[in-house]
């Protein structure tokens, strides 16, 4: 019985924060599905990674903020519907609900099947800039959870090398902790530039951070499979 009535303080005690959270609060007022908008937002107005008529992989899209964002920077006067000047592909396992403009692949990008949908979605164009919000589902043991976490960074990184313009971006989310050094060394084995940013929208208790590559590394850089 302890151990529920704990439980249920937690979750009470996060479930407030979350209420009274000022990002989750202008989500609300701007129409967006998550909260996690505002740390693209922050990171894209800090790199200048989006430009208008560019490829953008969103990995790991669902609820689809990130998406959404990008539609709105695609767009003329940042428009939630209407034109758009750019591509935006969208891939998840989780079911996607639509987004006017987007492209969404539902599925695991290392199958066959889905990788095709991708290269028929690109059309034989590279991509401009890769973004990856993938995370797993956590067990609460650190080893256990490290190596997930690990494992889709380094899908996400794979998947770059392959897709990637040379001078393209990677942005891939991560977590401060045991094998994080490891994941920062991979990154400058295969990006020119690394910069990791914790976006104000990411909250103070988590260890969520971000790295961003830039410019492939002539060696990281794969053939796409025809």
Not at 6 to 32: M, R, T
Not at 143 to 154: G, N
Request: include cysteine.
């Amino acid at each position: 019985m302890k151990i529920k009535s704990k439980s249920k303080k937690i979750n009470k005690a996060w479930l407030n924060d979350h209420l009274n959270d000022p990002y989750v609060k202008l989500a609300q007022k701007e129409g967006y599905r998550a909260r996690a908008a505002y740390k693209l937002s922050e990171i894209d107005e800090t790199l200048k990674l989006i430009r208008p008529g560019q490829v953008v992989v969103d990995l790991g899209a669902a609820p689809g903020a990130w998406s959404q964002y990008l539609r709105r920077r695609f767009a003329p006067a940042g428009a939630a519907a209407g034109e758009l000047n750019g591509t935006v592909i969208a891939l998840d396992l989780l079911e996607f609900e639509p987004i006017e403009g987007i492209v969404f692949i539902q599925g695991d990008f290392r199958e066959d099947s889905v990788a095709q949908q991708l290269v028929d979605a690109l059309a034989g164009r590279p991509v401009d800039v890769v973004l990856s919000d993938m995370a797993p589902n956590l067990s609460g043991i650190e080893s256990s959870d490290a190596a997930r976490v690990a494992h889709l960074v380094e899908l996400a990184v794979e998947f770059a090398g392959l897709h990637l313009k040379p001078e393209g971006a990677l942005v891939c989310k991560m977590f401060h902790g045991s094998g994080y050094s490891q994941l920062v060394k991979l990154f400058k084995e295969r990006f020119r530039v690394v910069k990791p940013i914790k976006p104000k929208a990411s909250r103070d208790k988590s260890s969520e951070t971000f790295l961003v590559g830039l410019g492939l590394k002539a060696r990281a850089q794969a053939v796409a499979p025809a």
